[in-house]
């Protein structure tokens, strides 16, 4: 279609889109003109009158948020889906071997010299899985030194508790010391520290900030755990890692984006856009354990007694949900499709990932995961 017409008719559909709405506000009008009246006549009580109003008032309210999000502008996939996607696994507990032989399948020696952002799950002041074993963040942080990486960067925002607290309780600071990286405390960054990302093409109604020193970094490196989400997100891995990178609240600021997302009907579709504005080079995976119901800091604990490593999102996520299948997981996690799942469906539409359960190769690194690589296999298969 002639880019001229297309941009004529986008006009044309919101100028309709206004219409309908001032149509519909002075038709909203008539009918509570019309209660009022049959309030007098009729003597309706003034509990089911206002009653009315407010199931008016709401609906419309939600019915113009909806609209405003429909009509805004798209924006482009971040990437083509036409790539298929390596994810390795591997089985075993010894947390450093498995990093070690994880991160050998990447080219990290491309890192030399580079600024390293990590972002790993510390949402609560929580042992894993909910949150990012230590042994996991040391045995990632040795490698990367090992290659010569400049400065490293652990930013971190917790959902649950003061995100310095938390870092304090589970030793990162500790280890910070002791072997050399920066702890970036979110939550204490000025306003000139994060990035608004406009509302353009996204479910978030005022866009939102992202941190300037996830965005200003060389290479990203994500450590997202294996668990259910009983707030709406259904489940939390590497897309869902990425909310923590997002400013509750600026500086100077009483809007909370923390109270959109987790108030919002678009909640997962929102998780996913988040993702759409920074890359990731390396996201690993701690399934050592997983929690297959409730989560995010507590729940039914199962032990793969697996790691596993990739630079797609989407790819990582759906084998994730894989494998909290193959443990017969919540209703949320077992429904449907694994790539209709929400938070995977809207990566796909902006380009994050993989958009096919085919494009996944799924490489197992030794034989103890040979028999749970064969079970995620047959779900993506029979389920993806």
Known sequence: MNFGIAKNIKKFVIYLAKILTKTSILFITVLIINLFYKVIKLKISRRKFFTLIGILGVSTTLGG??????????????????????????????????????????????????????????????????????????????????????????????????????LENRGVFKLANKIGFNVIVLDELDKKEWIQIPPDGIHWLKGFPIAKVIRDSDRIIQICCLKTHRFGGHFTMSLKNSVGIVAKRIPNSVYNYMVELHSSPFQRSMIAEIN??????????????????????????????????????????????????????????????????????????????????????????????QDITNRILSILENEG
């Not at 580079?114 to 972002?119: E, G, R, S």
């Not at 490698?143 to 490293?152: A, H, P, W």
């Not at 995976?285 to 199962?302: K, L, T, W, Y």
Request: charged letters at 30%; aromatic letters at 6%; a neutral charge.
């Open 65 to 166: 948020i909806y609209a405003s999000i429909k009509f805004r502008d798209s924006i482009s996939p971040l990437k083509e889906n036409s790539e298929k996607a390596e994810v390795f696994i591997i089985g075993g507990k010894d947390r450093q071997t498995n990093i070690e032989k994880l991160i050998t399948k990447f080219p990290i020696n491309e890192y030399q010299g580079n600024n390293i952002a990590i972002k790993a799950n510390f949402n609560s002041d929580d042992p894993f899985p909910a949150s990012t074993h230590i042994e996991t963040l040391r045995a990632v942080v040795e490698n990367l030194r090992d290659v010569g990486v400049n400065d490293i960067n652990l930013a971190e925002r917790s959902g649950i508790g003061n995100t310095r607290k938390v």
């Open 276 to 369: 759409r504005f920074y890359n990731v080079d390396l996201a690993i995976m701690d399934a050592q354990s997983a929690f297959i119901n409730e989560g995010p800091e507590r729940g039914e604990m199962v032990e793969p007694k697996i790691m596993l490593a990739s630079k797609d999102r989407v790819a990582l996520d759906a084998v994730g949900v894989a494998i909290l299948r193959s443990f017969n997981s919540t209703r949320e996690v077992m429904k449907g499709r694994i790539f209709e799942q929400e938070q995977i469906r809207r990566a796909v539409e902006l380009g994050i990932g993989v958009d096919s359960p085919r494009k996944i190769n799924l490489i197992p690194l030794n034989d103890s995961c």
